[in-house]
């Protein structure tokens, strides 16, 4: 049996995997103390908003 390349699959799966990465990053926002790994972790969950929002604007 063949299977069928679905490029939308492969789109869903990068967006669950970096949903669950930004999860990750939020739980270590909330229980790091120093305002420095603070802002670099914010920074880091944003751009993996960004990713995931871009994404899901290419699912049509």
Same mark, same amino acid.
């Given at each position: 049996m063949s299977a069928v390349y679905n490029p939308e699959? $492969?789109?869903?799966?990068q967006i669950? !995997? *970096?949903e669950l990465e930004a999860r990750e990053t939020?739980?270590?926002?909330?229980?790091?103390?120093?305002?420095? $790994?603070?802002r670099?972790?914010?920074? !880091? *969950?944003k751009e993996l908003k960004d990713k995931i929002e871009?994404?899901?604007?290419?699912l049509p």
């Open positions: 699959s $492969d789109l869903i799966a669950e !995997q *970096l939020h739980r270590k926002v909330e229980h790091t103390r120093s305002q420095e $790994d603070r670099v972790l914010n920074r !880091q *969950l871009f994404l899901r604007q290419r």
